[in-house]
C-alpha cells in the first residue's frame, strides 16, 4: 500500500507511466527512452572527462532505471530520479577514467586537444539542427566547441550544477533533489560555476573582438552568465 500511495501523489501522467514501466510495458520503456535519451546523453557527455564514452554510459543508464523502476516510489520526480542515476554513473566512469586511463594518454590525446573545434565534442551532435545558414552554424558550431572546452576546466562540484541550470533548465529545487544538497548550496555553486566559465571564456572575447566575441558574449549572457538569485 505504501507503493501505491506513493504513485498516487505523483503527477497523474508521470504516475501512469511509472507504472505501465513497472509493469514491464515494453511501449512505455520505449518512450522513456524517446524521451530522455537526448537529455541524458548531453547531461552525461558534459560531465565525463573523455566524451567518446557518452554513449556507453548513456546505456548503462537506462540498464540502471529499468532494473531500478520498481524501486522508484515518487519521492521525487520521475526526470530527478534518472538524472540522478545518470551523474552517479557519470561520475563512477570518471573515477574509472583518472584511475586507469589518464596514464595512458599520451600523443593521441594531445593531437585531439588540440583540435578544439574537432568531432568529439558533443554539443554539435547532441544539439538540434535549426537550419541556419552554413556560416551560421559554423560560427555556432565555433561557439558551443569553445563553450563546451571551457566548461571541462570548471571544477567539480561546480560544473554539474551550471550543466543542470544552464544547459538542462532544471529548476534549483529540482538540482537540490538530484544532488542531496540544499538550495542556498546549488546557488552558491552556481555562482561559482558561472564565475569560472566567465573567466575561462574572458580572453577568447577580447582576442575576437567583434567578429564573432560579440554575438558569443550575448548568448553566453543570457544562459550560462546571468547571475544567480
Known sequence: MGHVASIVEMRPEEAAVVAELK??????????IAQYHQPVYSLVARILT?????????QDVF???????????????????????????????????????????????????SEDAGPRLCWKDALADERQSPFESAAKSEMRALVESALRKVPEPFRTVVVLRDLEGLAYEEI????????????????????TLRQSLAEFFTVTGPRTGRETVTVVDKGLCEEAV
Request: positive net charge.
Open 50 to 58: 573523455n566524451a567518446d564514452d557518452a554513449p556507453d554510459v548513456t
Open 23 to 32: 509493469a514491464g510495458s515494453e511501449d512505455a520503456y520505449a518512450s522513456l
Open 176 to 195: 537540490a533533489e538530484v544532488l542531496h544538497v540544499r538550495v542556498g548550496t546549488v546557488k552558491s555553486r552556481l555562482m561559482r560555476g558561472r564565475a
Open 63 to 113: 540498464i540502471k532505471v529499468f532494473r531500478n523502476i520498481g524501486g522508484f516510489h515518487g519521492q521525487s520526480s520521475l526526470r530527478t530520479w534518472i538524472y540522478r542515476i545518470a551523474l552517479h554513473e557519470a561520475y563512477n566512469q570518471r573515477r574509472w577514467w583518472f584511475r586507469h586511463k589518464a596514464q595512458e594518454v599520451t600523443i593521441e590525446v594531445q593531437a585531439s586537444e
